[in-house]
Nanobody, 123 residues
Framework: VQLQASGGGLVQAGDSLRLSCVVS????????VGWFRQAPRNQRKFVAG????????TYSDSAEGRFTISRDNAKNTVYLQMNSLKPEDTAVYSC?????????????????WGQGTLVTVSS
């Protein structure tokens, strides 16, 4: 399975941005897709995850209420709608696929990663 993330950019605090993650190739065995982010000098952190069926979603505390993850089955694309962005949301955002929903928040359990897309939020 291959994943390709896009949609990053430079925005101001309070703005919105939507990231896209196109999933292609052999998706058999994929149980969920997650978004992670990594700020400079920080570890990669879980942001949001969605089950392959699209039925289940989960968020980090920082994303809850501001970000929405969704999936378009017809386009094999997972979206991350980010509203009310803050400077501390600045990071490289990556999407990845995992084979077990139980590990959706654990980056080390993911076996396929897309390249990151940079989100910069100015104050």
């Amino acid at each position: 399975v291959q994943l390709q993330a896009s949609g990053g950019g430079l925005v101001q605090a309070g703005d919105s941005l939507r990231l896209s993650c196109v999933v292609s190739g052999r998706s058999f065995g994929v149980d969920a897709v997650g978004w992670f982010r990594q700020a400079p000098r920080n570890q990669r952190k879980f942001v949001a995850g969605i089950s392959w069926s699209g039925v289940l979603t989960t968020y980090s505390d920082s994303a809850e209420g501001r970000f929405t993850i969704s999936r378009d089955n017809a386009k094999n694309t997972v979206y991350l709608q980010m509203n009310s962005l803050k400077p501390e949301d600045t990071a490289v955002y990556s999407c990845a696929a995992v084979t077990d929903w139980r590990w959706v928040k654990v980056s080390s359990k993911y076996n396929a990663w897309g390249q990151g897309t940079l989100v910069t939020v100015s104050s």
